[in-house]
C-alpha cells in the first residue's frame, strides 16, 4: 500500500493539475473569505474563520473530483492498472493506497489556509481574540469531509475510463450526499423521515462548531467505508472474479456493527474555548425526560442580516442542535423567515387579545 500512496503522491507532484487545482481553492476561499461582501469576515465585524468553513464545503466539490479524477480511469484508460495488478498488490492495498494518496494531498491543500487564521488572529480588536478550540474543531471536520469525497471521487473514478466522466459523476454524487437530502427533506410528504440526518451537511455543520460528536465521526467513517468497498466492488466485478472476498464482508460487518453501536450511545467533546456547547447535567435529564415531542419555530432567517444578527442566529441554532441531541429526536425545531409569522392568523389574534387586554386595563 505504502508503495501505491509514495507513487500517487509522486505522481500527482510531478504534474500541474495538482498545483492548479490547489491554487484555485486557496485563491477563490480568500476572495470568499475577505473581499465579496456576502462572505467576507471584513463585514462580518467578528473574529472568526465561519465564512471559510461554510464555503469551503462547495470548493471542495470541485477540488476532491479533481484530484481523485484520474487515480483509476487513468490507469484503465492507459492499460497499466493489469500491469499493477501482476505486482505482489491485493485489491484492498491498491485501493487504500490511491485513496490515502488522494486524502494527503487534501491535508496539504489545507495547510496554507492556516494563514488565514494568523491574520485574524493578529487583525483583532485584541490581539488573540479567536476561539482557537473553534478553529481546531472546524478544520476537523473540513478534513472529515475531504476524506468523504475522496472516497466518492475513487468510486467516481472506477466507474469509467473517461477523466471528465469521472470528475462530473464525483462533482455530483458530492453535491446530492451534501445538500441534496437536505432539500429532499423539505418536501411536505418526506418532513417526518429527518432524512437530513443522511447528509454530509448536517454533520458537518456540528462538528465545525468546535464539537466533535461521536455520531458524526461514525457517520463520516461508515460514508468512508461504504464507497471504498463499493470500489473495490466495481473493481471486483470488472475483472469478473468471484464476490468471495472475506475482506470486504468482514469490513461491511464491522461498519454495521460500528453504526448499530454509534446509535446506542455516544459521546461530545467540546472544543470551545468557554465550552459554550457543552449542556448541563440538569438540561440533560429535562430532555432526556420529554413525553411528548416539542417544536419549536425559530423566526430568525434571513439572507440580509447583519452580523450580529447572524451571530445571534447561529448561537440559537446551535443551542437548539445541542439539546436536540440528548431529547432523543423529541425536539424539533425549523428556522423560519420573521414575515411568515406577521402575516400569519396567529399574529393577528395575538394582536387583537394583546389589544382587547389593554382596552379592559384601561377601563378598569
Not at 468510486?155 to 445538500?179: D, E, G, M
Request: include cysteine; proline fraction near 2%; aromatic fraction near 14%.
Amino acid at each position: 500500500m505504502f508503495t501505491i500512496l509514495k507513487k500517487e503522491i509522486t505522481s500527482y507532484l510531478s504534474s500541474l493539475v495538482a498545483y492548479v487545482t490547489i491554487g484555485v481553492f486557496l485563491l477563490v476561499s480568500g476572495l470568499f473569505l475577505w473581499v465579496f461582501l456576502d462572505s467576507s469576515i471584513l463585514s462580518y465585524g467578528y473574529a472568526s474563520l465561519n465564512s471559510l468553513f461554510s464555503t469551503a464545503p462547495y470548493l471542495f466539490m470541485f477540488l476532491v473530483p479533481a484530484i481523485t479524477m484520474r487515480s483509476l480511469a487513468e490507469e484503465r484508460k492507459e492499460g497499466t492498472f493489469e500491469l499493477l495488478l501482476t505486482r505482489p498488490l491485493t485489491d484492498w492495498q491498491i485501493v487504500l493506497g490511491k485513496y490515502f494518496a488522494s486524502l494527503v494531498l487534501v491535508f496539504f491543500a489545507l495547510i496554507p489556509t492556516l494563514v488565514y487564521y494568523y491574520s485574524v488572529y493578529v487583525l483583532g480588536t485584541s490581539q488573540g481574540n479567536i476561539d482557537t478550540g473553534e478553529v481546531i474543531g472546524s478544520y476537523i471536520g473540513l478534513f472529515l469531509l475531504g476524506s468523504g469525497f475522496c472516497a466518492i471521487g475513487l468510486f467516481a473514478s472506477s466507474i469509467s475510463k473517461n477523466q471528465v466522466i469521472a470528475f462530473t459523476i464525483a462533482v455530483f454524487l458530492c453535491f446530492f450526499f451534501y445538500s441534496g437530502f437536505d432539500s429532499l427533506s423539505q418536501l411536505l410528504s418526506l418532513q417526518n423521515l429527518s432524512l437530513e440526518n443522511w447528509g454530509i451537511n448536517e454533520h458537518y455543520q456540528s462538528v465545525s462548531r468546535g464539537v466533535l460528536d461521536t455520531r458524526d465521526l461514525v457517520y463520516f467513517i461508515l460514508l468512508t467505508g461504504l464507497f471504498i468497498c463499493l470500489t473495490l466492488f466495481v473493481l471486483i466485478k470488472q475483472r469478473q472474479k468471484s464476490l468471495n472476498n472475506k475482506t470486504l464482508l468482514r469490513t461491511i460487518a464491522v461498519l454495521i456493527l460500528l453504526g448499530v453501536i454509534s446509535s446506542v450511545s455516544f459521546t461530545r467533546f467540546d472544543f470551545t474555548k468557554d465550552k459554550r456547547f457543552t449542556i448541563s447535567p440538569v438540561s440533560r435529564n429535562i430532555m432526556d425526560s420529554l413525553k411528548a415531542p416539542v417544536h419549536i419555530t425559530v423566526y430568525l432567517q434571513g439572507d440580509n442580516f447583519p452580523g450580529g444578527m447572524k451571530r445571534l442566529q447561529r448561537a440559537t441554532r446551535d443551542m437548539l442542535s445541542d439539546l436536540q441531541a440528548y431529547s432523543h429526536d423529541k425536539l424539533q425545531f425549523i428556522f423560519s423567515v420573521p414575515s411568515t409569522y406577521f402575516n400569519s392568523k396567529s399574529f393577528y389574534i395575538n394582536i387583537t387579545q394583546a389589544a382587547a387586554g389593554r382596552k379592559r386595563r384601561i377601563e378598569q
